[in-house]
Each structure stands twice: as C-alpha cells, then as structure tokens.
T-cell receptor, first 113, second 115 residues
Framework: ELKVEQNPLFLSMQEGKNYTIYCNYS?????LYWYRQDPGKSLESLFV???NGAVKQEGRLMASLDTKARLSTLHITAAVHDLSATYFC?????????????WGLGTSLAVNP | DAMVIQNPRYQVTQFGKPVTLSCSQT?????MYWYQQKSSQAPKLLFH???????NEADTPDNFQSRRPNTSFCFLDIRSPGLGDAAMYLC??????????????FGDGTRLSIL
C-alpha cells in the first residue's frame, strides 16, 4: 500500500530565508504532484514531476524528484509572505490509466515579516 | 475561464435532509473525482469515475452516492447528512491518458454546513 509522508507538517519562517519541505513515499511511482492551498480555497497545481531527476522551478519555488530514494523536495528561496499557504504532495498510485492520487498530510507554511 | 465548475459554492442543509452537489467540466476529461476535505486535513477521496465506471473507496460511507450522467457532469448525493459531514467538497478531473503530464484540475469547492 502506497503511503506518503510530508515533513515538516508545520513551518514558520522569516521572510528572506530558505527552507525545504520533504515528501517521502513508500512504493514505486512514476508521477508526483505538488499543490498549494490557501485557507478556505481549493487546490492549485504547482508542479508535476514525471521522472527521476526531474527539477521544476516557478518563482521562488523549486521542486525535485528522486525516484530511487522515493523522495521529492519543495525548496523555498527567499521566502515572502505571499507564499504562506498549505502545500501538499500527492503521488500517483500507478494504476495505469485510472489515476488515483495518494496525498500527504500537507505542510502548513507561515512566512513572517 | 473556469474549467471545473462546482455549484453551489456554499450549501447549508438541515441534519438528515438530502443534498446534492454538482460538478461540471469543460476539459473533456475521462476521470472525475469527489473529495471531502475537513479543516486542516488532506483531501480524502470518496469515489471517482473513469468514464462511466464507478470506483468507490472502501471507507466511503453508504450515505454518499454519486452519479455521472455524461462526460461533463458529476453529482455527489448525501442521502442523510450528519454533523460530521460538514466539510469542503472538492471535484477534480484528470485525463485518463496514461502518458499525460497533466495534474488533477480542481473546482473551487462547495462548503457544506449542517444545521
């Protein structure tokens, strides 16, 4: 059974600092997703990572995937307040065409002045 | 332009009174999902459709039912809502093509309150 673990679950950081959120998963998968959720809002797709060594960047966020270690990271560079949100990773259960995602518990990020 | 549209955005119902939430999509995606999300928790998959094939999660209560009359629409029916069913309900779609690099696309959600 595929399990997805994120850490930390809560993160309070200062503006301008760097930090990394980790996502570990327990069995082989070929797709990993990062989503952002603002309070009271829906989920917004950030990154889709499809292969070992994949790295994607958007603004101050950079995501990477190591399929051998079953690990993805979401790196935050020079954090700003607007990045405060909950970040979820989700891993494809790898059931062929009928895709179902297994979700981490989320990392609640607060960026403070 | 919104591609996954959920109605209503907010729904208030009485304890035990049936309620239906709707979701429509303009993406022509094969797969449609219904999630329940409670405060400070991850989304919890209730069920999903691959085309007309219905896939129920083992721990989804019988109180929750779904219909997908065509590719574009999917409905979530809660037959007898209890206080514990108050949550955000999220609809998502995804192409069924195995080689796709697309994520699941979410609607804005329906926040359900139970009186």
């Amino acid at each position: 059974e595929l399990k997805v673990e994120q850490n930390p679950l809560f993160l309070s950081m200062q503006e301008g600092k760097n930090y990394t959120i980790y996502c570990n998963y327990s069995t082989t998968s070929d797709r990993l997703y990062w989503y952002r959720q603002d309070p009271g809002k829906s989920l917004e797709s950030l990154f889709v990572l499809l292969s070992n060594g994949a790295v994607k960047q958007e603004g101050r966020l950079m995501a990477s995937l190591d399929t051998k270690a079953r690990l993805s990271t979401l790196h935050i560079t020079a954090a700003v307040h607007d990045l405060s949100a909950t970040y979820f990773c989700a891993v494809d259960q790898n059931a062929g065409n009928n895709r179902k995602l297994i979700w981490g518990l989320g990392t609640s990020l607060a960026v403070n002045p | 332009d919104a591609m996954v549209i959920q109605n209503p955005r907010y729904q208030v119902t009485q304890f035990g009174k049936p309620v239906t939430l709707s979701c429509s999509q303009t993406l022509n995606h094969n797969v449609m999902y219904w999630y329940q999300q409670k405060s400070s928790q991850a989304p919890k998959l209730l069920f999903h459709y691959y085309d007309k094939d219905f896939n129920n999660e083992a721990d989804t209560p019988d109180n929750f039912q779904s219909r997908r009359p065509n590719t574009s629409f999917c409905f979530l029916d809660i037959r007898s809502p209890g206080l514990g069913d108050a949550a955000m309900y999220l609809c998502a779609t995804m192409t069924g093509m195995g080689a796709s690099n697309q994520p699941q696309h979410f609607g804005d959600g329906t926040r359900l309150s139970i009186l």
